[in-house]
Every structure is written in C-alpha cells, then in structure tokens.
C-alpha cells in the first residue's frame, strides 16, 4: 500500500510503500489515510464513503460508537460502493435515491433502509464540509419495516441447542434469559457477576440493568466454563480465554442452526429457521417483564419484542 511521506523539492508528495502485518491493520490505515483525504476534498460519493469509514474508526476509539455498529456500517458501505463510488456528489438528487431505493429494495426492504441511513450519515459530512447546502437522503422515505412476529418455542429453541457447541448453548441460554444483544453478550466480564446477579449496562440504549440470579443465569455460566478451571475474564471466550468477535461467533451460530435443520429434516421435524436476535424477544415474550429488556419506553416493547398472544378478559 502506498502511504504518504511528506513533499519532494517540487512541493510534490511522495509516497512510500508500507506492508501491513494484517488485513486489520491494512485496513485502518487505508481508511485514516484515504478518509481522512476523502473528507477534506470530497468529489465522489465513494470520497464521503471512505470518510464515513474514518469517521467511525474515531468514534470508536471515543467510545462514542459500539465497534458491532462500527462494523456493520463496513459492511454496509461495501454494499453501496460499487454503485455509488463514481458518481459525483453535485449530480445525487432525490429521483436517482428514489431509484437506487426502489431497485435495492427488491432483494431486501430491511437491508436498503439500513443502507439509507449510511448515505445519509456519509452526505451529512458534505453538508458539514461545505460541499453541500442540504442533504439529499433527508427527502428519501425509507420503506416502512413490520416488526417480527416470530417466536422461538422452548422446543425450537432446544432442537438447536442439542447441535450447538457448549459456548453457543451458554449464549443462547444467556439471550433466553437476559434478552441481551449479541454484541452485549459478547462483552459480558467475570466482573460483572456479583451477589445480586448479572450487571450490564446495554450498549444501544445505555441502560443499566441488574439480573438477578437464576437458574437459567446460573446454567449458563457454567455451560460458558465447561471444564475449564478458571472462569475467564470474558465469559463467552475460547478455550484460551479470548473474546469471540462478531463474525466470529456468528460462524458457530450459523452452524449450528445448519446441523439442526439438517438432523430435524432426518427425525421428520419441523424446525422452522430463527435469528439469535430472535432469543432476545424470547426473553422479553416469556417473561413478559419489559424492563428485562433495557428499554425506557413500553410501547416499544410491545410492539417489537413482546410476541406471545395478549390475554384479554371477555366482554361480558
């Protein structure tokens, strides 16, 4: 990768090739460097891509942005890169949204709205920039999203815990119980246990939620432990004591899903497919405590995460 190096005698920068020792560190340096100059002269959508993905690694480092956030918006821009990357910002107007909206939201409504918003946080760096006057993505209506109905029944939920690995038992059972997030679950500390249970502080809403002990929690953390010897700093960790990424652990998700469906189509069971996020609305549907859950407001709840059937008493 070539990295700049100052000026020649001419006022010409010069540049040098630098290796990286990873794909990670490759990357962190491309997207300081290049978004970093992204920003300052932004020409091309591509050129508030690559700023966005800058502007993202500091808010990470500020602790401002969770890192699976961080995350998702890579992926998110990797999307729209081939499409967007060329095309001058001073020729983006509403109808050419309205036309990649309507085009990428044939393959997936949920996925073009999320894509929506980060052209808008990359334009919002235009309008900040003085490129812009206004942000065009502000006039784009996202497509309206129904909240998921689906929910996991204790016997779906143990088809798949009967093929998962012992660390995604442990997160399951983790999410069925606490109805963390993924990524909160990823980051739960041996120092987070105390006398009174499990301490979180959820990382979307900045809730903080006590636990209290179960036996569900306590199954879990010992699921998490194996045969280990020790509890590890971070309790959903590998056998050498290290943190799952993301990606990492969606891998063993995604696996042991696959060998449920696979061993459930041979015993002749239906096994409909779910999300681990779906676990989350377990929690809140079994509980029916909307508390659990590390939301400010019911109403969300509700209409999101609580899907059992209402009991109502009759009219008369």
């Known amino acids: 990768m070539l990295h700049p190096a100052g000026v020649d005698a001419n006022g010409k920068p010069k540049m ?6 990873d794909l990670d560190a490759l990357l962190s340096a491309w997207r300081t460097t290049w978004g970093e100059a992204g920003r300052e002269g932004a020409t091309t959508v591509g050129d508030l891509l690559d700023g966005l993905l800058s502007v993202t690694v ?5 602790g401002d942005l969770a890192q699976s956030t961080a995350t998702d918006y890579q992926r998110r821009i990797a999307n729209l890169r081939p499409i967007w990357a060329k095309v001058r910002i001073e020729d983006v ?10 085009a990428r939201g044939q393959s997936g409504k949920t996925q073009a709205n999320r894509e929506r ?14 490129v812009l006057k206004d942000n065009p993505v502000r006039f784009l209506d996202p497509f309206k999203e129904k909240p998921r109905t689906r929910y996991v029944t204790d016997a779906e939920f143990n088809l798949v815990y009967a093929q998962a690995t012992p660390i995604v038992r442990a997160a399951m059972l983790l999410a069925a119980v606490t109805g963390l997030r993924q990524g909160d679950l990823l980051r739960v500390r041996r120092s987070d246990f105390g006398d009174d249970g499990l301490t979180v ?7 903080g939620l006590v636990i ?33 990424t993301g990606s990492g652990f969606r ?42 859950l590390g939301h400010m407001d019911r109403r969300t709840f509700e209409r999101i995460y609580n899907r059992l059937p209402r009991k109502v008493a009759a009219a008369r």
């Open 16 to 21: 040098q090739r630098k290796t990286y020792a």
């Open 58 to 62: 500091g808010r990470v480092k500020d």
């Open 93 to 102: 107007d509403v109808p050419m949204l309205y036309r990649w909206r309507d």
């Open 117 to 130: 918003t980060c052209l808008y946080e990359a334009f919002k760096l235009a309008v900040n920039a003085g």
């Open 201 to 207: 502080g959820t990382s979307k809403t900045g809730a």
């Open 212 to 244: 209290g002990w179960s036996d569900g929690l306590r199954r879990a953390v010992v699921e998490a432990v194996g045969t280990r010897d020790f509890i590890p700093l971070v309790l959903l960790s590998t056998e050498d004591g290290k943190p799952y």
């Open 251 to 292: 891998t063993l998700w995604h696996r042991a899903r696959a060998r449920a469906l696979e061993q459930a189509k041979k015993d002749g069971v239906v096994l409909r497919t779910f999300t681990f996020n779906d676990l989350r609305a377990k929690a809140g549907s079994d509980g029916r405590d909307w508390n659990l």
